[in-house]
């Protein structure tokens, strides 16, 4: 299913990083996510370990169709081998937001990692939302597991 999305570049050096890769595109035909690239105006930047750094991608996104969101996960090479991971877990970018795509990458590793400018840094996936109507109850109502946490089976 395809949905139509406007991409805007933010800084002078976006389009450029971007299109000397064919444009903000994903890697492979049945890729989910489109490719994120570092922005920044240095060469590299180095990311000590255990910590995070604030990463821009010189782009901002307007999706066309209603319901849709986009969110930023980690690419599974730069997280499982160099330990670069999407700080938060998953970014989320609301339909409405109309700002640059900053990534908070966090370094996992033992060890400080480099990452140069345009170099693919994490994944930006498009997904249906559904929001919530609420209602505000006294009580819920009853499940065979009801308010059994963590653990509770027994099993892990």
Do not use: W
Request: proline letters at 6%; aromatic letters at 8%; glycine letters at 12%.
């Amino acid at each position: 299913m395809q949905y139509p999305l406007r991409i805007c570049y933010l800084r002078p050096a976006a389009r450029a990083l971007y299109e000397a890769e064919g444009g903000p595109a994903y890697a492979t035909p049945y890729a989910a996510g489109l490719d994120l690239r570092a922005c920044f105006e240095n060469e590299e930047i180095a990311i000590p370990a255990g910590s995070r750094a604030a990463v821009p991608s010189g782009i901002a996104v307007e999706p066309l169709a209603p319901g849709i969101a986009g969110f930023v996960y980690s690419r599974s090479g730069l997280g499982a081998v160099r330990g670069l991971t999407v700080a938060q877990g998953v970014g989320v970018i609301d339909p409405d937001y109309r700002g640059e795509i900053v990534v908070f990458l966090l370094n996992t590793s033992g060890e400080e990692r480099r990452l140069r400018r345009g170099e693919r840094m994490a994944q930006l996936v498009f997904q249906p939302i559904v929001r919530a109507e609420l209602e505000v109850a006294e009580k819920l109502g009853e499940t065979e597991r009801g308010a059994g946490a963590f653990g509770h089976t027994g099993r892990i």
